[in-house]
């Protein structure tokens, strides 16, 4: 085993398949780890069934063990680790190449190879392009927002869900290195054409922030990188003192859960921000002091609101710090840990779970908002707002 890693993203279930869905919504797929303070050890939130329970370490024992069996006798370790990991019940768990695992560790800087695409799928299964990355290799092969995805490397991707559209440009089922080429099928209006770009290594922009009318900021935080919550803090201390602020975290499905306490560490004065266990040992996450405890905020979920991102959401929520808006939050809230296996492929196993600060837990239940809204959540949040004492 490589250490006491921990682990807190969504996976991708056996090998070929999208990565994790941190940034789901953008044509590149990545995952984060973090390492939690005190201990050196890096943690996050994944999820598992709670009736499942936690899983021990022995659990990690009995695949390390199958992949040294395997190794020794010349067969591949990965695939009998997949085989342990399939009889587990571990339903969170995965089996990483070693490239795989790589640009898995290169995402914890809020980096990813890729082309520099965002999209969505159309009502009429389509994959239209949203957004362009300036600079990218897609923008300067002249690719714009509003264009049509039609096929890569010869694959037509209509109808596909956008993971599998990630998993073909990222180059998954070969772990493509930035460098190799992806042919596009691309559309614009009545022309159609094929352009051959070469990947490359892009960083993130995992929080944008935005002026609402009224003077409100919109703080979107896409996953939770390296650098997001000194990014967060830094937004806030910019937006004027009686600016209220929303903190979009709809489509946030996890990351680095000391970024995830480092941004509530923005908006309380210390304090308990979660608790959570390894192997039945249990540890805390507090807030630094020094937060802005005073301006109106409103945390907007969903469904799609996941791990690292619910922890935040749990802590503001119980310390009274924000009104929760939305949909209720997916429900993951436990930590796994990686397995390095003689190949030189990584198992990721369960071994814990994490409470938000009054106790609940949040596997398999998630996070119901203060605020129930499904339409219009946005502009909800601002009439909430000013309900706080917002100008807008």
């Known amino acids: 085993m490589s250490g006491r890693d921990l682990f807190c ?10 990565l994790t869905l941190v940034f789901a919504s953008v044509l590149v797929a990545g995952a984060a780890t973090g ?19 936690t899983l021990s370490a022995g659990h990690a024992e009995d695949v390390t063990r199958a992949a040294e069996e395997a190794a020794a006798v010349g067969k591949s370790p990965a695939e009998a680790a997949e085989r342990a990991v399939s009889r587990s019940g571990d339903r969170w768990a995965a089996v990483y190449s070693a490239g795989e695992y790589e640009e898995f560790e290169e995402s914890l800087d809020g980096r990813y190879t890729g082309v ?16 362009v990355r300036p600079g990218s290799p897609a923008a300067d092969a002249g690719i714009r927002s509003g264009d049509r995805l039609t096929s890569i490397d010869g694959h037509d991707v209509d109808g596909r869900p956008v993971t599998e559209v990630v998993s073909l440009l990222r180059g998954d089922a070969t772990d493509a290195p930035a460098g190799t080429p992806v042919t596009l099928g691309l559309e ?9 770009l070469r990947r490359a290594l ?25 650098g997001v919550g000194d990014a967060v803090k830094t937004a806030v201390r910019h937006a004027p003192a009686d600016a209220g602020i929303v903190l979009d975290l709809r489509g946030n499905s996890g990351g680095l859960v000391t970024e995830a306490t480092s941004t509530a560490s923005a908006f309380l004065d210390g304090g308990l921000v979660a608790t959570y266990d390894v192997d039945g040992d249990q540890r805390a996450l507090h807030a630094e002091p020094g937060g802005d405890t005073d301006r109106p905020l409103v945390a907007l979920v969903d469904g799609g609101t996941m791990s690292a991102a619910e922890l935040l959401t749990g802590a503001l929520q119980d310390r009274g710090r924000a009104v929760v808006v939305g949909s209720r939050t997916f429900g993951k809230g436990s930590v796994q840990m990686p397995s390095r296996l003689p190949d030189g ?7 814990g779970h994490y409470r938000t600060p ?7 239940r998630g996070i119901t908002p203060d605020l129930e809204v499904t339409e219009g959540a946005l502009e909800r949040a601002e009439t909430v707002l000013s309900g706080l004492g917002d100008p807008s």
């Open 9 to 18: 993203q969504p996976r991708r279930f056996g090998r070929g398949a999208a």
């Open 35 to 53: 390492s939690l303070p005190g201990d050196g050890r890096r943690t996050g939130a994944g999820e598992t069934r709670e009736a499942a329970g």
């Open 116 to 131: 520099g695409l965002w999209a969505r799928r159309a009502a009429d299964g389509r994959i239209e392009v949203t957004r």
């Open 188 to 196: 614009r209006g009545t022309r159609a054409w094929r352009e051959t």
């Open 202 to 226: 892009l960083s993130t922009d995992s929080v944008t922030v935005r002026k609402l009318p009224g003077g409100a900021r919109v703080i979107k935080v896409a996953a939770f990188t390296k």
């Open 345 to 351: 492929s990584v198992a990721e196993l369960t071994v």
């Open 358 to 364: 009054s106790g609940r837990t949040v596997d398999g």
